[in-house]
């Protein structure tokens, strides 16, 4: 072994000892040892260190929330168009009276528009994509 290994070995004993004599050591014997305002001092750096860890799990979730967006939106780019565009003629070509039946209201029974069918189809891509069900290329 070498000697750093032996002595990162002997550290780590003295610490457990130390450890282990605070540990055994009465409540009331530690309190005479220190007074009120080391107390306060303690607990100040406490709630500052769970604030850190706290601002720390934030930033990290930050951090993951925004690749994860990223990774979605490029998601939305590579399901493509034409996939899309495929799959959804394929269901009106299914559905003879899918055109008739498509946005009559807003239409005032008029066909769907050229714009009106685009708008579909980044609808059924998004559908397709929320649903996980997309094609990744």
Not at 7 to 18: G, P, W, Y
Not at 88 to 110: H, S, T, Y
């Amino acid at each position: 072994m070498s000697r750093d290994h032996d002595d990162r070995i002997k550290l780590e004993r003295l610490a457990e000892a130390f450890m282990q004599d605070i540990l055994a050591t009465p409540d009331d014997e530690i309190l005479a040892e220190v007074d009120q305002e080391r107390i306060a001092r303690v607990r100040t750096m406490l709630i500052e260190a769970k604030a850190d860890l706290a601002k720390r799990a934030l930033s990290k979730a930050k951090a993951e929330h925004e690749a994860w967006s990223v990774s979605l939106s490029t998601r939305v780019v590579a399901i493509g168009r034409s996939f899309s565009r495929a799959e959804f003629e394929q269901l009106r070509r299914g559905d003879p009276d899918l055109n008739r039946k498509m946005l009559i209201a807003a239409r005032k029974g008029k066909a769907p528009t050229d714009t009106d069918v685009e708008g579909l189809i980044d609808d059924w891509a998004d559908l397709k994509r929320l649903d996980g069900e997309g094609d990744p290329e």
